[in-house]
């Protein structure tokens, strides 16, 4: 097992997740608003998001990829797309942590063509530094430097998914 260093600690990560709840709910006042998970990584995000929104909140799934084994393509796949639509909804793809941004920028453009009211992203975890594509994302939890990190959805090789905190590997 190899050792990790608490980054953001459990409370501190559901306080931010809280607010972010709130910060949605005051702009969506009352209305429905669709959760789109990116799968993996976003499911303990999306989870604790979700159950601290008071509006009715509908939640989807996508599963992309732009990987093969450890080196990206460039190439963006959808290996799952959405399964209800979206068309008229008020929309917010909801990710565990932003890099580069291609990925999300393909999303966004790919999502548009659906027709949604409108479609906004929330990510937990945002690493600037490493931005190649500028991209608008209304909901940060945190951003951090240029660190490996797990736990809460982030995983190596699809281990410490589980953790209750945000840890980073040296």
Same mark, same amino acid.
């Given at each position: 097992?190899? %050792? ?7 409370? !501190? ?13 005051? +702009?969506?006042?009352?209305?429905? #608003? ?5 799968? !993996?990584?976003?499911?303990? @995000? ?34 799952? +797309? ?7 909804? +008020? #929309?917010?793809?909801? %990710? ?6 291609r ?29 190649v ?13 240029? !660190? @490996? ?5 982030? +995983?190596?090789? %699809?281990?410490y ?8 590997? %040296?």
């Open positions: 097992m190899k %050792e990790i260093y608490t980054l953001i600690n459990k409370a !501190k990560l559901e306080k931010r997740i809280e607010e972010l709840a709130k910060q949605i709910e005051k +702009d969506y006042d009352g209305k429905e #608003v669709v959760l789109i998970g990116i799968l !993996k990584g976003s499911i303990m @995000f999306m989870t604790q998001l979700a159950k601290n929104i008071k509006n009715d909140v509908l939640l989807d799934f996508m599963d992309v990829s732009s990987y093969e084994g450890t080196e990206s393509t460039g190439k963006i796949k959808i290996n799952k +797309d959405i399964r209800d639509s979206i068309e008229g909804k +008020d #929309v917010i793809i909801v %990710e565990d942590i932003i890099d580069t941004g990925t999300l920028t393909y999303l966004l453009e790919y999502l548009k063509q659906k027709n949604p009211n409108s479609i906004k992203i929330a990510t937990m975890l945002s690493k600037p530094s490493r931005r594509v500028e991209l608008a994302v209304e909901y940060v939890g945190f951003s951090i430097e240029d !660190k @490996f990190v797990v736990g809460y959805g982030l +995983d190596y090789n %699809e281990k998914r589980n953790l209750p905190y945000i840890g980073y590997i %040296e």
